[in-house]
Nanobody, 130 residues
Framework: QVQLVESGGGLVEAGGSLRLSCAASGRTFSSRPMGWFRQAPGKERKFVAAINWSGGNIYYADSVKGRFTISRDNAKNTGYLQMISLKPEDTAVYYC???????????????????????WGQGTQVTVSS
């Protein structure tokens, strides 16, 4: 496993922007696909976006396409989620997660499956006011 720490959450007005960061420890981050998930109050945790090890394959949930951008900087052991045009329904705790090293080398259909990820951060709160 790898340790993940999210940051960058906060309170923003509808239409605003935030950038979340996910800092990873250890030397295997660069070989791990990573994803972002979110959990709204009283709801199940859901998939948001995922990226393979190189950044060459990216997948988004339909609800965030065109508004969120996932990226990573392997030299810094950090992943990012840029969010623009935020809506009140984006309010949730956002979690980053990483798969096992070497998986999904060119991308895979199971990015949204939470049980494919073996490392999780503690989450960061994003609140969008109307």
């Amino acid at each position: 496993q790898v340790q993940l720490v999210e940051s960058g959450g906060g309170l923003v007005e509808a239409g605003g922007s935030l950038r979340l960061s996910c800092a990873a420890s250890g030397r295997t981050f660069s070989s791990r696909p990573m994803g972002w998930f979110r959990q709204a109050p009283g709801k199940e945790r859901k998939f948001v976006a995922a990226i393979n090890w190189s950044g060459g394959n990216i997948y988004y949930a339909d609800s965030v396409k065109g508004r969120f951008t996932i990226s990573r900087d392997n030299a810094k052991n950090t992943g990012y989620l840029q969010m623009i045009s935020l809506k009140p329904e984006d309010t949730a705790v956002y979690y980053c997660a990483a798969m096992r090293p070497g998986t999904c080398r060119t991308g895979c259909y199971y990015y949204p499956r939470q049980n494919e990820y073996d490392s999780w951060g503690q989450g960061t709160q994003v609140t969008v006011s109307s």
